[in-house]
């Protein structure tokens, strides 16, 4: 892959739209002529629409969940047609605070890979254990994939990407810090003899792995050359346009 995926998670974030475009434009006018990174702005679904409208290329837009179904009685829900329709490319699927907080288990996390894969949107799935010490870490990553990726087309696999975000390392959670690298490596070449034992060894290869939780400008890049993978999913830091202008500059 010659180019790093950025994913900008913003959470339940901003509270206005002024906010959020302000948040927008103050990073697509600072990153100009951009060639080694993909950046996804993945804002709450309210602010989608009059974001499809100020987003310039490269930079793209994507939302932070998904329901299954196409159209119809769903209460409160967001189909993938609708978001593919407004300008979305990607969806975060299966993020550990939607497990918490909503209870989204492997099944349900599933059916949203594959609508969304069925409608045109790159999902991009989070797997990661819980605790820091927690034994079986591979066990934990396996299961996450194998179920969250069962009944996948092999030829629809091109589109996913996957993201290894330890609960743990999260901005936001109890004693949180970075996952070092050279475990980011280890879970990184993990996750991908899985995918090629789902999808094949060249397909797999093609699948983007990121990582997730408490990235900032002073460890992006080490995740990239040092873990050897293909992006990152920023949270907190993606809220601060400086800080995240930093963290793809530094990809580079
Ligand atoms: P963080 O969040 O960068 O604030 O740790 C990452 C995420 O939860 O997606």
Known sequence: MDKSLI?????MNPETLAEAKALLNS???DLTGLEKTEVVFCSPFIFLDSLAHLIVEPFQLGSQNVF???RGAFTGEISPVMLKKIGCQYVIIGHSERKQYLGEADELINKKVL???KNGLKPILCLGEKDKDASGVSDILKTQLEKGLTGVDAKRAKNLIITYEPVWAISTSENAAACQPDDALVAGLFIRKILAKLFGRRRAEKI???YGGSVDSKNAASYIK???LNGLL????SLKAKEFVRIIKSLS
């Open 115 to 117: 609508a969304a894969l």
């Open 226 to 228: 040092e873990a050897q």
């Open 234 to 237: 920023v949270g907190n830091a």
């Open 27 to 29: 990073v697509q006018n």
């Open 68 to 70: 299954y179904e196409e």
């Open 7 to 11: 994913i900008a998670n913003w959470k």
């Open 208 to 210: 983007p792995i990121l």
